[in-house]
């Protein structure tokens, strides 16, 4: 992460990640699209060619994930922390907690 963190803040040229960089949420986000539907596809894939197949389309999306943590300015340890925030809890539980704040906030004036 310390190496994309560099790039965003310098953003040397010729530079892949500084290119997905300069490109923003929608070319990123494009990127994650397409190595999520890879990850899945290889996941499909039997034997241990599947396996090592799915082994690679996850390096991509994990690399492209990261990128966008980067682009927002976003440290993986903020990530950590929401996700130690959910431990415990149920994420059936979550989810409907979610679903009844949005159903309180759209009928408040």
Known sequence: MATLTRRAAERPSGSYTTKL???GAAAIGAKIREE???LIEA???SGQDGRNHTVYEAGDLIYHTLVMLAWRGISLDEVAAELARREG???LAEKAARNSDQDQS???P
């Open 36 to 38: 999520a539907e890879e």
């Open 21 to 23: 960089l300069d490109g």
């Open 106 to 108: 759209r009928t408040q």
């Open 43 to 45: 996941a499909a894939e």
């Open 89 to 91: 809890t149920s994420g």
